[in-house]
T-cell receptor
């Protein structure tokens, strides 16, 4: 069964460093998303991406964040200068259509720890 | 402000019990409501509800949506220890991109 994959599973970084979180969405999917979940808190929407551009982003997704689809398979989230409060689990999701009739498939997540 | 509220936040039951998890929402331009089960890592999809009053069923799990009263319930009958997880309710809202707003989840613990 096709699935969304994410690497690495755990990333530890120093404050101020850049990190890139990688996702491989399901191959025929067209809409891609990043969410984050701070420990003990709810899952929060960061950004949606379609047709090689950002469709929508939340207030969390400030200038420190960027997304890219560098080739036909990877979808990356870059945090330019990490802060302590960026420590969270980051989930990638994908779906065939942005409409209301399609579920989003989630990857296993990358746990980011900023020291 | 758009919001999704789940209750209870945590629940402890014994195997064989029946549980009902609640999700209420206030969002602009509601499109659909989804239930996910989150164990160790990724949320896994359970149900998607778009129409009021139509029950979705999968084994011992079922769910229904009330778009007039703006809530949904997830029922689990004859609970098993493997049902222990966090159950997330998410609402798809707004424009065409299908973004989700999540509730905080209900942590269900099923004791043997």
């Amino acid at each position: 069964e096709p699935e969304v994959t994410q690497t690495p599973s755990h990333q530890v970084t120093q404050m101020g460093q850049e990190v890139i979180l990688r996702c491989v969405p399901i191959s025929n999917h067209l809409y891609f998303y990043w969410y984050r979940q701070i420990l003990g808190q709810k899952v929060e929407f960061l950004v949606s991406f379609y047709n090689n551009e950002i469709s929508e982003k939340s207030e969390i997704f400030d200038d420190q964040f960027s997304v890219e689809r560098p080739d036909g398979s990877n979808f990356t989230l870059k945090i330019r200068s990490t802060k302590l409060e960026d420590s969270a689990m980051y989930f990638c999701a994908s779906t065939t259509s942005g409409g209301e009739y399609n579920e989003q498939f989630f990857g296993p997540g990358t746990r980011l720890t900023v020291l | 402000e758009d919001k999704v509220v789940q209750s209870p936040l945590s629940l402890v039951v014994h195997e064989g019990d029946t549980v009902t998890l609640n999700c209420s929402y206030e969002v602009t331009n509601f499109r659909s409501l989804l239930w996910y089960k989150q164990e160790k890592k990724a949320p896994t999809f359970l149900f998607m509800l778009t129409s009021s009053g139509i029950e979705k069923k999968s084994g011992r799990l079922s769910s229904i949506l009330d778009k007039k009263e703006l809530f949904s319930i997830l029922n689990i009958t004859a609970t098993q220890t493997g049902d222990s997880a966090i159950y997330l309710c998410a609402v798809r809202y707004g424009g065409s991109q299908g973004n989700l707003i999540f509730g905080k989840g209900t942590k269900l613990s099923v004791k043997p």
